[in-house]
């Protein structure tokens, strides 16, 4: 079995898309077949919400890897109810107050032989500059990164490449700038346009993946705590990450592979990204 493909969908900027991206990204895998888990790293808990998962306050969460050194991730991996779907929820009490300061701790728990069981592993994190972000860019192969094409957003990417930068030139030299994903996009408001073209320049083209056009629907789906493709099968949002979620399936180079994998059809997610 190889090691998960670890995708980080982030931003420094609340509120631009990372959890709804997350969440029907990793719905869209499972649907193909491939394992998917995400992994909540914001204490708000979206994540864990929008996927259904209701866990017991006094299991264990994502965030216990900042304070017991024994701790197993795999013990915290809850099932949703669809197929190849699972989710580590986060701790909404946890206060940012560590006992173990230490930017590698995530890396070590997802690089367990246990999880080798999954193809992917997708982290949705918080907008907030701290451990735990820091935690999700060392562990990470790639990043997403979704933002709202508006002025302020243009800086919140600014400071997410200078941290991708850093991760880059110290703890994670193999970490790939997959994409900057536009959400709630609108291709008529002028606005819109001027600020992905900026960016569109700023960090090349090709690293820009088709937007996801706005859809009250998406809010809806997570009310209702399903992904968009159960949700509103439908909907635009439903197409638009249905796109996504095989444009990057296919700039990873899904691969065919034996039959070890049960219900996975013969795809396999390599991790190397070019
Ligand atoms: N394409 C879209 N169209 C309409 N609403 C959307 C779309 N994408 C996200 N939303 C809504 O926008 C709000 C913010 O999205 P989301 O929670 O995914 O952002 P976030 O970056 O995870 O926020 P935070 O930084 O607080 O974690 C949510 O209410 C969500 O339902
Ligand atoms: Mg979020």
Request: hydrophobic share 45%; net charge neutral; aromatic share 6%.
């Amino acid at each position: 079995m190889t090691q998960p493909f670890v995708l980080a969908i982030t931003n420094r900027k609340g509120g631009s898309g990372k959890t709804t991206t997350a969440v029907n990204l990793a719905a869209e895998w499972a649907s193909q077949g491939r394992r998917v888990l995400v992994i909540d790293l914001d204490t708000q808990g979206h994540a864990g919400f929008g996927l259904g998962v209701d866990a017991d306050k006094s299991a264990p969460s994502a965030h216990d890897l900042f304070h017991h050194p024994e701790f197993d991730i795999a013990s915290a991996v809850h099932a949703t109810v669809w197929a190849n779907l699972w989710c580590v929820p986060a701790d909404p009490l946890y206060d940012g107050m560590v006992s173990i300061r230490d930017a590698s701790l995530l890396d070590r728990q997802i690089r367990r032989p246990e999880m080798n069981i999954y193809d992917i592993i997708v982290l949705d994190t918080p907008p907030s500059l701290d451990l735990v972000l820091t935690n999700a860019m060392a562990a990470a192969d790639g990043i997403v990164i979704p933002l709202l094409a508006h002025a302020l957003s243009a800086e919140g990417v600014r400071q997410l490449s200078r941290l991708f930068y850093k991760t880059v030139t110290t703890v994670n030299p193999s970490l790939k700038l997959i994409g900057l994903l536009p959400v709630m996009a609108n291709e008529r408001i002028g606005h819109n346009r001027a600020v992905i073209a900026d960016i569109s320049r700023q960090f090349g083209p090709e690293r820009m993946l088709h937007p996801i056009r706005t859809d009250i629907q998406l809010a809806a789906a997570f009310g209702a705590r399903q992904p968009i493709r159960y949700f509103a099968p439908r909907s635009r949002g439903a197409l638009d990450y249905n796109l996504l979620a095989t444009a990057l399936a296919s700039f990873w180079h899904w691969s065919p592979v034996g039959t070890d994998r049960v219900g996975m059809g013969s795809l396999e997610l390599q991790r190397k990204v070019p």
